[in-house]
């Protein structure tokens, strides 16, 4: 797709995105929304899109300001920050339109002047230092050290069981753990590296090149790097505007030296690639216990692994909670009664009191004192001193203890928290697990009134995502309460907020339908490999759910027929040179074959055809026309972005069909012995390439003897 292309159809998206804020778009209520999370995910996809997306953004914001549409401003503005955090390099003059866009909403009334507020600011920080936004955003949501940056964001997820489909909660939990395996810090900060050095330097960074050294660096360099970027972004956005050119040559010195001879003018001409955003670190949890919240954030603040020794936890409760529990014993025999002091506190001021002779003290205290027999209970970890003192020891943070003053000399003003973590907690379920929110965070407060802990260190922030329930409950029946009628509380936002009624209100209906869904039969399928000899066949899988999901007729209108690839593959051309290419585009399914059609065609390639579907305009309207795409390769890659499931079949075996494929990788199979011995020579020195050993003398590739009579093995 070309630039004007890409650009037509992202507008047609934007402007369909519009007409759903009017209420005037042609699909059904429940499917609401699912445009802009379909184009929030193909940025994700290909991040390289972003600058031509926030340029159609920002004439569409001004263009709304000009006509007074305030139910544009706030869904477009969030979606353009969105934008522009992923973006690879952001043009200048396009960040100082927005940014004055930003100012004037400080004319308006909330909330138009405060998310305003918050965007300028943070542009402004941008400008000065050019992939600050992203850096921070990956630390933060990484949990990654950076001592310029200290801050953390955890997001938990509590989801009432009893309302939210089985499947729907393995689903989530299986997709939370599976992100975040297969992640890893060294990944991150790997993308933080490439983000900053391609925002500062533009085309003239080789991305590649870039990738692949950092690729083969081991974790503690690149943690070097990583740091010497963070160091370099955050101390340009602390100078002010001013510090922009010396921003640039900085990262310029750190690209030379992690790149090493190769200098910056030698990049391939191939444009911004751009850098897609890690998952975020998200937990799962289904909401079964009272205490479940509190216990998640005081573990967030101080994970377990970071406490003092196993032993010495719990041996000690809260004194303030001490009367709590004694108040409820049945066993004292006496009444115990809140005395207000008088004394100075002076030793010499005290009455004297005369000792007790020893048997009388320890009759009084038998006659006072008696336990009953009983189970010992361990105290939780959560409620030692120890352990939330020990969470008290952050950057910033107030000591746990305080240190006599001296005489005559003034006490210390206590240095001021900050507030390095944030958890945002968000919930699934209807007005009823509101209810239960209300009960939680009162016990917090409560607790926080006590000793306070969780309040000068968190940031908490509460979000809510109404689901509807696909059946009648009992309880609701027994109430003469609808499923509408459960969603009070997200109506009023959706009233308040024009971003939340279009992309969350709209998932009340959706998360159920989720439970349906084929991409959630079996979330824990391990990647199947298989082996195949003369024909590999994709087809384009229609399923209910999918249908369900997004409206036929508009997917036939719009996009045409077929679904949306992703092709990586290894060309073969007739100098033996490898190249490799990546193409996107629109088909219903492609044909792999080994044999060759011709004898004077190569066998140690497959022939590769995809049926691409081509749109064009005319002054009829729009029609599609099927061309067959054919090219040879050895190694090739597809993938499907918008996660839509595909059949492959393998040797025209209708036993060897496999559904629900989103994705695929073929590559010449290695003979199982020389994957052996190969493994076995590059593992003290992963740095070689070289054959070594027997595997010199080992057949690389998988050989088939099959005889002919003629006693010809092909």
Not at 442 to 459: G, Q, Y
Not at 547 to 575: A, C, F, I, Q
């Amino acid at each position: 797709m070309d630039s004007s292309e890409l650009e037509s159809d992202i507008l047609r998206r934007v402007r369909a995105l519009l007409r759903e804020l009017d209420g005037h778009h042609p699909s059904c209520q429940s499917d609401r929304g699912m445009l802009r999370w379909t184009l929030h995910k193909r940025i994700d996809q290909n991040p390289r899109t972003s600058g031509v997306l926030a340029r159609i953004l920002v004439k569409e914001l001004e263009r709304a300001e000009r006509g007074d549409l305030r139910h544009y401003i706030i869904p477009l503005l969030h979606t353009l920050m969105y934008t522009l955090i992923q973006a690879p390099c952001i043009p200048d003059e396009l960040c100082a339109r927005v940014y004055d866009f930003c100012k004037r909403l400080l004319t308006l009334p909330k909330p138009f002047c405060t998310i305003g507020l918050d965007y300028a600011s943070r542009l402004q920080v941008e400008r000065t230092a050019p992939g600050t936004l992203y850096q921070r955003m990956v630390i933060s949501e990484q949990s990654l050290r950076s001592a310029p940056f200290p801050f953390q964001e955890r997001i938990f997820i509590f989801a009432d069981p009893e309302l939210l489909p089985e499947a729907i909660c393995k689903a989530l939990a299986t997709d939370t753990e599976a992100a975040q395996v297969s992640q890893s810090p060294r990944g991150c900060m790997s993308c933080v590296v490439t983000h900053a050095l391609q925002a500062a330097l533009g085309d003239t960074c080789d991305i590649h090149g870039l990738r692949a050294r950092l690729q083969a660096l081991p974790p503690g360099d690149v943690e070097h790097w990583f740091q010497q970027v963070v160091a370099a972004v955050e101390g340009a956005g602390s100078e002010g505007g001013s510090g922009r050119g010396q921003h640039t040559a900085r990262l310029e010195r750190i690209y030379h030296g992690l790149l090493g001879s190769l200098p910056a003018g030698n990049a391939p001409q191939e444009g911004l690639q751009g850098t897609p955003l890690p998952n975020p670190n998200i937990s799962f949890h289904l909401w079964t216990e009272d205490e479940q919240l509190w216990k998640e954030l005081v573990l967030f603040l101080r994970p377990l692994s970071q406490s003092c020794e196993p032993e010495g936890l719990g041996q000690e409760l809260e004194p303030v909670e001490m009367p709590d529990m004694l108040a409820g014993c049945g066993c004292c025999g006496q009444s115990r009664f809140s005395v207000l002091s008088t004394d100075s506190g002076i030793e010499r001021d005290l009455p004297a009191q005369e000792e007790p002779c020893a048997p009388c003290a320890a009759a009084a205290e038998r006659s006072r004192l008696h336990r009953k027999g009983g189970i010992k209970k361990k105290p939780s970890p959560l409620d030692s001193v120890a352990f939330l003192q020990a969470g008290s020891a952050v950057p910033g943070g107030k000591p746990p203890g305080k240190m006599p003053s001296r005489a005559g000399m003034p006490p210390e003003p206590a240095a001021p928290l900050r507030r390095l973590h944030t958890a945002r907690v968000v919930l699934l379920g209807d007005d009823r697990i509101l209810g239960r929110l209300a009960q939680a965070f009162h016990s917090l407060r409560k607790r926080e009134a006590r000793r306070v802990f969780l309040t000068p260190r968190l940031d908490l922030q509460f979000y809510h995502i109404p689901v509807v329930p696909g059946q009648a409950q009992p309880s609701a029946a027994a109430d003469h309460a609808g499923p509408e009628e459960l969603c009070e509380v997200a109506r009023y936002l959706g009233r308040a907020d024009p971003w939340y009624e279009s992309n969350i209100n709209t998932l009340c209906h959706m998360i159920p339908k989720l439970a349906t869904m084929v991409l959630f039969q079996d979330p824990a399928q391990d990647p199947a490999e298989d082996v195949f000899l003369t024909e590999l066949l994709t087809q384009v899988q229609e399923s209910p759910s999918h249908r369900e999901l997004s409206t036929t007729k508009r997917k036939s209108t719009l996009d045409g027929p077929g679904m949306d690839l992703t092709v990586t593959y290894r060309r073969v051309v007739l100098s033996d040179r490898h190249k490799e290419l990546a193409l996107s585009l629109r088909s219903t399914g492609l044909l792999m074959k080994a044999i060759p059609a011709e004898e004077a065609e190569d066998l140690g390639c497959l022939s590769v055809t995809i049926t691409e579907i081509i749109r064009t305009s005319n002054l009829a309207g729009r029609s599609f026309s099927a061309v067959a795409n054919r090219f040879r390769t050895r190694n090739i890659k597809i993938r499907s972005p918008e996660q839509r499931p595909f059949t492959v079949r393998l040797d025209k075996d209708g036993r060897r069909t496999y559904r629900d494929v989103i994705g695929l990788e073929v590559s010449p199979c290695l003979e199982p012995s020389y994957c052996l011995q190969k493994t076995r020579t590059t593992k003290f020195s992963p740095q070689e390439t070289e054959d070594v050993g027997l595997v010199k003398y080992l057949p690389k590739s998988l050989l088939l003897p099959i005889n002919t009579f003629a006693g010809v093995i092909p």
